[in-house]
Nanobody, 124 residues
Framework: QVQLVESGGGLVQAGGSLRLSCAAS????????MAWFRQAPGKEREFVIG????????YYADSAKGRFTISRDNAKNTVYLQMNSLKPEDTAVYYC?????????????????WGQGTQVTVPS
């Protein structure tokens, strides 16, 4: 089992920045890919960004390119999502996810574990 706990969400003005953290515990040595997804009200959960264990491979959704960055500290079993130039359309619950597979996937069902989510609100 792997437990994931997100933190760092909140309310931020458009154009501002926010850093989310996801702390993992349990069988973290078996986790290869960590990713962030988000879900806005009335919409499906969507992939945002992912990173492999070594950190040498990342994959960004178009919505994240140029504004969001993912990093991973394996010593702390923590993955971070740095979000800059935030827009109202970034408002959503952000979820951390982990999978044992070696490919960064955009598909939610490919992930084995999920955090409880953290709310990010960017007022218009």
């Amino acid at each position: 089992q792997v437990q994931l706990v997100e933190s760092g969400g909140g309310l931020v003005q458009a154009g501002g920045s926010l850093r989310l953290s996801c702390a993992a515990s349990g069988r973290t040595d078996s986790v290869y890919v960590m990713a962030w997804f988000r879900q806005a009200p009335g919409k499906e959960r969507e992939f945002v960004i992912g990173v492999t264990r070594s950190g040498d491979s990342t994959y960004y959704a178009d919505s994240a390119k140029g504004r969001f960055t993912i990093s991973r500290d394996n010593a702390k079993n923590t993955v971070y999502l740095q979000m800059n130039s935030l827009k109202p359309e970034d408002t959503a619950v952000y979820y951390c996810a982990a999978r044992f597979g070696r490919i960064i996937s955009e598909i939610t069902t490919r992930y084995d574990y999920w955090g409880q989510g953290t709310q990010v609100t960017v007022p218009s």
